[in-house]
Structure formats: C-alpha cells, structure tokens
C-alpha cells in the first residue's frame, strides 16, 4: 500500500524517536480515504505541481505524489524534514520532492514555481502561514488548507457574519475562500481536541486602490481592535481623532455608524485611500 495507515506512522515515528509535540502543531494524517479525498477537493490541474507545509511523516505527501503531483514540501522539523525523502523513495520511488527544512514564515521564495497550495496546517501560525505563501509565492493560484475549524470558518467567512474578522479581509485581499468540507478529530495521531475544516483559495486581483497592502491591512486591524465600537470610534486612533475618522469613512461612502464587520475588503480599500495626512 503507497499511502500510510495508523500502524505505518506509528512505526514510523518509533523509527526516527519522534514525539508529536504541540508546538509546532504536530497532528499526523493516517486515514488513507481522507488523504483521497482532500487530493480530490484540491481539483488540482494534472501535474500540477504542489506546495505542501508541514508534511510531518509524509501521509499527504504521498497521496499528492501518487496522484501524479510533484511536490515542494516545507518541514521546519529537521528530523522529519531529513526522513521524508527515503519514506517517499521507499513507496513511491519515482517521484517528484524536494524537501525544505525551513520555517514557513521565514520563507522568502519557493523553488520549482508551485500553483497550488495544499496542506495540514498547524493550527497555532495556519492564518500567518497562508497570508504569508499568498505574499511571497506568487506562482501559487490555488489552494486548500486543513485548519482548525473554527478558522476554517472565519476565513472563509463573509461581511455580516459573527466570525467575520481579520482574517477574512486579509485573504479577501488575495484570494476566494470558501469551506470545503470538514475533517474529524479520530483521522489524526495524536487526535487533536478539536474538529478540522478545509479551506479552498482561489487567487484574485487584489482591490484597485491607490493604498497599498500595508496601509489597507492597517484599516483592518485598527477597525476590528475594537469591533464592538463604531467606525468612527474604532478608527480613532487610526485616523487621528473621531472626527478624522467620520471625515474619512465619509469620503469612502461609508456609514460612521457601521462596525468593522459589515465592510468587505473592497471597501476597507476605498477607507485606506481616504486616511487623513498626517502633517
């Protein structure tokens, strides 16, 4: 069998002495009909070549090569990073890795020019990661990430919900993302204590906007640090005083009266190009 079961991974990481840890969000795959199926959900182009962080003992990685993807995997792990490659050779002898021992966080660029991202991210840094690979790796245009669902559900979140927050406007900023299915606790060694979602990105144009990224980003986070307040109120600070802040909103044909979640990231733009000059 290519693909790792329970008994495989345990023997696995008995092998290498590892020990799952929770800091870096070590929760390994080892249900070969969910692998299956998030390749499927994926909808990949035929050998497309993916981008994979965190591939652990190689579970996901395997079911990517096996349906004919070749794969850039990052492990920030050494000593998984180092094993993957005979795991795979063992199984799957002609396929296509290469492996990164790096932080994904860190990463500045990505060899081989990935279109798509498919990963079990770590629950503590999934938002960070995505926003970052969305940043730094521009040949990717397409993804679906395995987070904690509760993220899952405020990426994909849209304008007027409960979960709508920073994270939804920020992906909005790069990409489509809507919930794909979910993924039980019991299909993972050591089975978390919370359910999993996936997430499916589709990239887009950002925004036309005179702002950039960085100012947008900023009217973000300034109008959901206080998202019980007004607008007007939120973006005080942001703006140099309320009454700056209801020029601004204004000026953006927003209502001073609205919250931080009603407004989608086209017009968090429109505000960010209308923020008073500082003298």
């Known amino acids: 069998m290519t693909l790792l079961g329970p008994a495989e991974i345990r023997q696995l990481a008995a092998q ?3 020990r799952p840890t929770k800091a870096l969000g070590q929760n390994f795959l080892h249900d070969a009909n969910t692998i299956r199926r998030i390749v499927r959900a994926a909808e990949l182009e035929p050998g497309e070549t993916v981008l994979e962080i965190g591939p652990g003992l190689g579970s996901l990685t395997l079911g990517l090569l096996a349906a004919g993807h070749p794969v850039v995997a990052v492990e920030v792990d050494a ?3 180092d094993a993957l490659p005979a795991t795979i050779a063992e199984r799957l002898p002609a396929a296509q890795l290469t492996v990164l021992n790096a932080d994904a966080l860190r990463l500045a660029e990505v060899p081989g020019a990935p279109s798509a991202l498919v990963a079990n991210l770590p629950y503590n840094v ?4 995505v926003l970052h690979l969305l940043e730094v790796v521009p040949s990717l245009q397409r993804g679906l990430v395995m987070v904690q669902a509760e993220v899952a559900d405020r990426l994909a979140a849209a304008p007027g919900s409960k979960v709508y927050g920073v994270p939804s406007v920020k992906v909005a900023w790069y990409a489509a993302a809507t919930r794909a299915g979910a993924v039980p606790a ?3 060694w050591p089975a978390p ?3 999993s979602g996936l997430v499916r990105l589709l990239r887009r144009p950002p925004p036309v906007t005179s702002a950039s990224r960085a100012q947008v980003f900023a009217a973000v986070d ?4 206080q998202r019980r307040k007004t607008l007007r109120a939120a973006l005080a600070g942001w703006a140099g005083s309320a009454a700056a802040a209801e020029q601004a909103l204004h000026a953006a044909g927003i209502d001073p009266q609205a ?4 407004l989608d990231v086209n017009q968090f733009a429109r505000l960010a190009e209308n923020r008073p000059r500082t003298r």
Do not use: M, W
Not at 126 to 129: D, Q
């Open 126 to 129: 999934a938002v960070p990661v």
């Open 79 to 81: 000593t998984l990073a």
């Open 193 to 195: 204590n919370v359910e």
């Open 186 to 188: 019991s299909v993972f």
């Open 259 to 262: 919250r931080g979640e009603t």
């Open 16 to 18: 290498l002495n590892v």
């Open 222 to 225: 300034a109008a959901f640090a």
